[in-house]
């Protein structure tokens, strides 16, 4: 596999790290409601296309609080790896999860996690070192710094040793790839009209003042205009 290959949903897996109210609360580097919005739709496009879903969190119940409920909607069944180490490498049970997706081809490990500087960076740099041919595919607007200086010289760090940058609708639009692929379109398109902002509204504008399509929801009646005199 080389990092020349497109993210697809067969070589694909993903690792939440942390995304944990405690941790959030030191997120400088992105708004918060962004953030957990970008943590969601990554979620959710990876659901899509089936993609195996890895989430570890640290000092749960003396810290760091329980993983975001909307994440944890999208995955209901999922374990949750628990650890004491800030570092997800040092804990077995993550290692042998990523491994187990990795043997079925699965070498690409998309990451979104807080905080960028210490919990993502050490996963990252100590994975490479154990394991060289996994590929790190670090979710920028999915993870979050205590600063923007720290989010933006952590992914520097990463970068320099190899690790890949991305977005989360870069890493959805990358799965998706063709438009042809009908039978994740409406999901995808969905999804981009709930969380992926002004793509999303120009979706729906399309749909209904171009295409006529329906509205998305129904409402009483437009009533007007009828102005005052």
């Known amino acids: 596999m080389s990092k020349f290959d497109v993210l697809t949903p067969e070589n694909s897996q993903l690792i939440f790290i942390d995304q944990q109210p405690q941790m959030a609360f030191g997120v400088q580097s992105i708004d918060r409601q962004a953030l957990k919005n970008n943590v969601v739709g990554l979620a ?3 659901k899509i296309f089936d993609i195996p879903t890895t989430i570890t969190t640290v000092e749960t ?3 760091s609080g329980h993983t975001y409920p909307e994440l944890l909607a999208v995955h209901p069944d999922n374990d949750i790896l628990e650890r004491t180490s800030m570092n997800s490498w040092d804990d077995q049970n993550v290692r042998d999860a990523l491994a187990r997706n990795a043997a079925n081809g699965r070498r690409k490990i998309v990451v979104s996690g807080l905080w960028t500087e210490v919990c993502n960076t050490t996963f990252a740099l100590s994975a490479l070192r154990d394991v060289p041919d ?5 979710v920028a607007d999915a993870s979050g710094g205590t600063s923007l200086e720290a989010h933006n010289r952590a992914m520097d760090r990463m970068v ?5 940058p991305v977005t989360w609708q870069q890493v959805l639009l990358e799965w998706q790839r063709d438009w042809a ?3 994740t379109y409406d999901a995808v398109t969905t999804l981009v009209k709930e969380h992926s902002g002004a793509y999303g509204m120009g979706i729906d504008y399309a749909y209904t003042m171009v295409h006529g399509a329906k ?3 129904g409402h009483g009646k437009r009533i007007g205009p009828n102005p005052a005199k």
């Open 44 to 46: 959710k496009a990876g």
């Open 61 to 63: 119940e003396s810290f």
């Open 134 to 138: 996994y590929e790190i595919y670090m």
């Open 160 to 164: 320099q040793a190899g690790v890949i």
């Open 181 to 183: 692929r009908k039978d």
């Open 215 to 217: 509205e998305r929801v």
